[in-house]
C-alpha cells in the first residue's frame, strides 16, 4: 500500500516538475529573446542611406557553403550588405571576422575574395582569424583592432546579439541588416538563435572572455595580432 501511494506521489511530483520546468524555459527563452530586441532596435539600420557614417564595419562570418554544398545565402547576403555600405561610402574599411581553426575552414579568407570580387579594395579589407564567436568578434573588434564605434553586419538576428553584446562592453556598435533568408531555409538558425541569447546572459554572469586576443593591430596593416594566418596556397591569394 505505501509503495503503491509512493509511486502515485512520485508520479504527479515528476508531471508538476516536468511542466514547471518546461514552464521556466519557455519564459527563460522569451525574456531573453524580448531583452535582446527591445534593447538594441535603436541601433539597427535597414536602409543603406540611413546608417551613419563609420570607419569600419565588421563582418561576421559565416560558412561559404549550405549544408548541401550549395551556396550560403546567409553569407551571399552579408557580402551583399557589406559591398553595398562601402560602395556607398558609409563604412571606410571592412574587418572580416570569423572561424578558422581548422586548415580547410576559413570563413575571413572567403569573404575576403567575395568582397574583392565585388569590388572592395583589397587595402581596405582586414581579416580577423579568432572570430569564433559573435562574443569574440565584438571584444576583439575593440580590444585588438582598436574600434570603439563600428557598424555590424549581418542579419537582423544577428546583429541584435551581436550590438547587445557589444554595448553591453561599452562598444558603440550599431548594425545594418543584410537581407534574410527564407523561413524553411533559416529555421534551424533561427532555433538555435533563442538558446544563444539565453548564452548571452549566461556569458556575462560567468565572465566568459575571447578564446584568443594577441597583439594589437593597427587597421589596413597587413598584420593578423597573432591570430593564424590564412591557410590558403600564395596562389589563391592574388
Known amino acids: 500500500m505505501i509503495a503503491r501511494m509512493w509511486h ?19 519564459i527563460t527563452l ?66 572580416l571576422s570569423g572561424d578558422n581553426r581548422h586548415m580547410n575552414y576559413n570563413e575571413p579568407w572567403a569573404m575576403r575574395k567575395a568582397l574583392m570580387a565585388a ?14 564567436r559573435t562574443l569574440d568578434s565584438m571584444v576583439r573588434a575593440k580590444e585588438v583592432f582598436g574600434q570603439q564605434r563600428f557598424v555590424v553586419i549581418s542579419q537582423r538576428f544577428h546583429n541584435e546579439r551581436a550590438v547587445f553584446i557589444a554595448r553591453g562592453l561599452g562598444i558603440e556598435a550599431i548594425g545594418y541588416n543584410a537581407q534574410d533568408v527564407g523561413a524553411a531555409y533559416g529555421l ?4 538555435r538563435e533563442r538558446l544563444a541569447r539565453v548564452k548571452v546572459y549566461i556569458d556575462a554572469l560567468l565572465g ?27 596562389a589563391q591569394a592574388r
Open 30 to 95: 522569451w525574456w531573453c529573446d524580448r531583452q535582446v530586441k527591445q534593447q538594441t532596435s535603436a541601433f539597427l539600420y535597414d536602409a543603406v542611406d540611413l546608417v551613419p557614417h563609420e570607419h569600419v564595419g565588421v563582418v561576421l562570418g559565416t560558412s561559404e557553403r549550405g549544408r548541401g554544398g550549395g551556396p550560403n545565402q546567409y553569407f551571399v547576403r552579408r557580402i551583399e550588405a557589406a559591398a553595398a555600405l562601402y560602395h556607398a561610402g558609409k563604412v571606410d574599411h571592412l574587418l
Open 188 to 191: 534551424r538558425t533561427k532555433l
Open 119 to 132: 569590388g572592395v579594395d583589397s587595402s581596405r579589407i582586414t581579416l580577423d582569424f579568432a572570430g569564433f
Open 8 to 26: 502515485v506521489l512520485s508520479a504527479r511530483w515528476f508531471r508538476w516538475g516536468a511542466i514547471l520546468f518546461t514552464a521556466l524555459t519557455v
Open 208 to 234: 566568459v572572455q575571447p578564446h584568443f586576443l594577441g597583439e594589437p593591430v593597427i587597421i589596413g596593416e597587413q598584420r593578423f595580432g597573432g591570430a593564424k594566418a590564412p591557410m590558403v596556397p600564395e
